[in-house]
């Protein structure tokens, strides 16, 4: 696995560099939509093949690329980026399948 850091926009508008954990071809990897919290507009994702103990990755509207919250579903296929977040692992560039 190689480590390498993505720039994104924080939501203060601060460059910030995030350290991307998981890289596949085309830097995505694939997931299931396990649950959306619509109100709060974040849901969480399991990975293809993800081992049971292993947290599930957070996910903002903010991180979704070509595809908005409320088009989003619980069972949905999604590829995505996976960083190292605040309070664990995160995906950012989610887009559906």
């Known amino acids: 696995m190689e ?11 601060n460059i910030v560099e995030l350290p991307v954990i998981n890289s596949h071809k085309n830097n995505h990897m694939n997931g299931t939509i ?11 994702i399991v ?6 103990g ?3 990755l ?3 509207s903010e ?5 908005t919250f409320e088009e989003l579903k619980e ?3 999604v590829t995505f980026d996976e960083v190292a977040g605040e309070k664990g ?5 989610v887009k559906r399948e």
């Not at 396990?34 to 969480?44: E, I, M, S």
């Not at 991180?63 to 595809?67: F, I, K, N, T």
């Open 54 to 56: 292993t947290k599930d």
């Open 75 to 77: 069972g949905d296929k």
């Open 3 to 13: 480590l390498h850091f993505k720039r994104e926009f924080s939501r203060q508008g």
């Open 63 to 67: 991180d979704l690329s070509g595809v």
């Open 89 to 93: 692992p995160a995906a950012k560039n």
């Open 34 to 44: 396990k649950t959306l919290v619509t109100d709060r507009k974040f849901g969480f």
């Open 47 to 52: 990975r293809e093949g993800q081992e049971a």
């Open 58 to 60: 957070f996910f903002h």
